[in-house]
């Protein structure tokens, strides 16, 4: 559905300028709010023909479901702000405490709940001696008697550098891989630790142990004792609030429009931008048979990465250094099943698979109808939403699971996903069982939060402040997660209204 205001009701301030906002996920219609209460007069181009990205929704055997992300991390309150003025804050909800399990190569184990990707805090739970066996204890033991420089004082680490140094190979492989493929769809060789886990390696210089500084970033979330949140209904009714705050604000929203070149006026191009009465960029757009050209003074671009450098490559070359490459190929693939023995739990919220378990070839599984209680409380007893993803970064793409056809089918990876489930959860769940499936497919819509990734990120940011009228946002710059992205867009947007108030 499109939809269309063409003019606030109401401003706190006058409508200054005109505005364009490339890219329809939460970063892009996050920026559009915060332009349209600045007084810009916004418009907003989405190529898909809905709104809000990764937070997008499908329905499942009568379920209306999250097809993406179905949590935020409570690290910060940027969320749980975003939901408070939305309306939402007495929607937000943290999941079931009794926690997932791991499947490791010598089978499965409850996951140590008090950790951050993986690492524990306390090497005494029973879960985490467990997972890691007398000898992997006493390796992570050491962490608590080195100096705090270990691991903190490079420019960048991996998170799997920053492990194995502290705490070893053990917690690493047992602990740490499996949460970072299941969260990150990534191998933890690849992924810059301050990207995925902000101020953990400032803490052990502060605490003094991984351990300590991982007990710290737990007790300072907004919610202790839990790492994520979640919202009654899924996560995909913030973007429909958002969406409804938009079109009552007058902001005008363009879905099915791709945006096909991007390109600067002479004055801006020859560096005599004014912004008080030229208008310098100009977008092409297609809309089916349609062609158009859009035309403001402030041009944000809130897609991918790799879309965002294609588009301003021509008149900003200096950004094509800098193109990200294209994330994981994601597979989801929900099924909702008639499994009344699911009413147990048997896996608690669900299990993580640690890389070349034989025989599995799902990445992780959530219970979707075990982690929230609202979700079970619509379906019913009996009734179980499991969700399974497949594919991560860091592997061959004739590793991952094949697919007969371009587009995936039931026929391709349900049949998998039944299989899998049955394995992961110890019981035999068939397609008798089956009520409804469905396959939702994410091609590189992960931004890669590869090890050196910020440092080129604030480069980009840089070149980008340096070209009046523009500013980039969204998951490959601000990092991954929700919540990363919303404090992401919100500085940046911050700074592009007080730039331009200056123009």
């Not at 142990?209 to 007990?215: D, E, I, N």
């Not at 209904?233 to 070149?261: D, F, N, P, Q, Y």
């Amino acid at each position: 559905m499109e939809h269309r205001k063409h003019a606030a009701k109401s401003h706190s301030h006058p409508v200054r300028e005109r505005a364009v906002v490339v890219g329809g996920g939460v970063s892009g219609l996050l920026a559009a709010k915060e332009l349209q209460a600045a007084g810009f007069q916004v418009s907003l181009y989405e190529a898909a023909a809905t709104l809000g990205g990764c937070f997008s929704s499908h329905e499942v055997a009568g379920v209306v479901l999250d097809g993406g992300a179905e949590s935020f991390a409570t690290r910060s309150t940027a969320v749980a702000d975003l939901a408070q003025e939305l309306g939402l804050a007495a929607n937000i909800v943290t999941p079931n405490p009794a926690g997932a399990w791991v499947w490791l190569p010598d089978g499965p184990v409850p996951l140590p709940r008090t950790g951050v990707l993986g690492i524990p805090s306390d090497l005494n739970a029973p879960e985490v001696r467990a997972a890691l066996g007398a000898s992997g204890v006493l390796r992570a033991a050491l962490d608590a008697k080195m100096p705090a420089t270990i691991g903190t004082t490079e420019a960048v680490s991996s998170v799997a550098d920053l492990v194995r140094a502290r705490m070893g190979k053990r917690v690493l492989e047992r602990l740490v891989a499996p949460v970072v493929g299941g969260v990150h769809s990534a191998d933890p060789e690849l992924l810059d630790v301050d990207m995925v886990a902000p101020g953990l390696r400032a803490g052990i210089r502060e605490h003094g142990s991984l351990a300590a500084a991982v007990a710290a970033q737990r007790a300072g979330g907004s919610k202790p004792g839990s790492a994520v949140g979640g919202l009654v209904g899924g996560m995909h009714t913030l973007v429909t609030a958002l969406v409804k705050a938009l079109v009552a604000a007058g902001v005008e929203l363009h879905t099915s429009h791709r945006i096909k070149a991007i390109y600067r006026g002479e004055e801006l191009a020859a560096g005599k931008h004014d912004g008080a009465t030229s208008l310098p960029w100009q977008l092409d757009w297609e809309h089916g048979t349609e062609r158009g050209v859009a035309t403001a003074q402030v041009l944000v671009v809130a897609t991918d990465g790799p879309t965002a450098v294609t588009l301003l490559g021509a008149e900003l070359p200096q950004l094509r250094p800098f193109a990200p490459a294209t994330g994981p190929d994601i597979r989801l693939v929900t099924l909702v099943v008639d499994v009344p023995e699911l009413d147990s739990a048997p896996r608690g919220t669900g299990i993580l698979v640690a890389p070349g378990v034989p025989g599995i070839k799902a990445k992780a599984l959530t219970h979707a109808t075990s982690k929230w209680a609202w979700l079970a409380d619509s379906t019913g007893p009996g009734t179980h939403v499991l969700r399974l993803s497949y594919g991560r970064a860091g592997v061959k793409a004739s590793d991952a699971v094949r697919l007969s056809a371009a587009t995936p089918t039931e026929e391709d990876l349900v049949p998998t996903a039944l299989a899998d489930a049955s394995t992961l959860l110890g019981l035999e769940i068939t397609e008798a069982d089956l009520l409804g499936s469905d396959i939702v497919r994410w091609r590189g819509a992960l931004p890669f939060a590869a090890v050196g990734h910020q440092a080129k990120m604030a480069q980009v940011q840089a070149l980008a402040s340096e070209v009046p009228g523009l500013a980039l946002t969204g998951g490959w710059l601000s990092g991954n997660g929700l919540a990363a992205v919303v404090a992401g867009t919100q500085r940046t947007m911050k700074a592009l209204i007080e730039s331009s108030a200056k123009v």
